[in-house]
């Protein structure tokens, strides 16, 4: 059994830096890619990060690039979300997934897990709050 495990949220002031981590326990089989995923309150969840786990091609929501850097460690089976310049707009549960197969697109399969879609693993998300 698959399981993703975050951690690392909190309360943070604007302008203040957090280090989010996903812990992959299982064989996720094919899986070639992870991301991270932001809902915001009263929003739907969005995608706003994610990577291939053999190569450095990052995706970025155009709201945190320059601000917020995905990276993993294979050895590890962990994925990092590292959110610098935190601003209020950044409030809410983060959610890391993996697609449950092999992708070509980080991008597509971000757009396909807007809403999250049951073909991917999902962890049970963390809580970040930044205030003004």
């Known amino acids: 059994q698959v399981r993703l495990v975050e951690s690392g949220g909190g309360s943070v002031q604007a302008g203040g830096s957090l280090r989010l981590s996903c812990v992959v326990y299982?064989?996720?089989?094919?899986?070639?890619?992870m991301g991270w995923f932001r809902q915001a309150p009263g929003k739907e969840r969005e995608g706003i990060a994610a990577i291939y786990t053999a190569f450095d091609v990052p995706y970025y929501i155009d709201s945190v690039e320059g601000r917020f850097t995905i990276s993993r460690d294979n050895a590890r089976n962990t994925v990092y979300l590292q959110m610098n310049s935190l601003k209020h707009e950044d409030t809410g549960v983060y959610f890391c997934?993996?697609?449950?197969?092999?992708?070509?697109?980080?991008?597509?399969?971000?757009?396909?897990?807007?809403?999250?879609?049951?073909?991917?693993?999902w962890g049970q998300g963390t809580a970040v709050t930044v205030s003004s």
């Open positions: 997934a993996a697609p449950h197969f092999q992708i070509t697109s980080i991008f597509s399969w971000v757009v396909e897990n807007t809403p999250p879609s049951a073909s991917s693993y």
């Open positions: 299982g064989d996720t089989g094919s899986s070639n890619a």
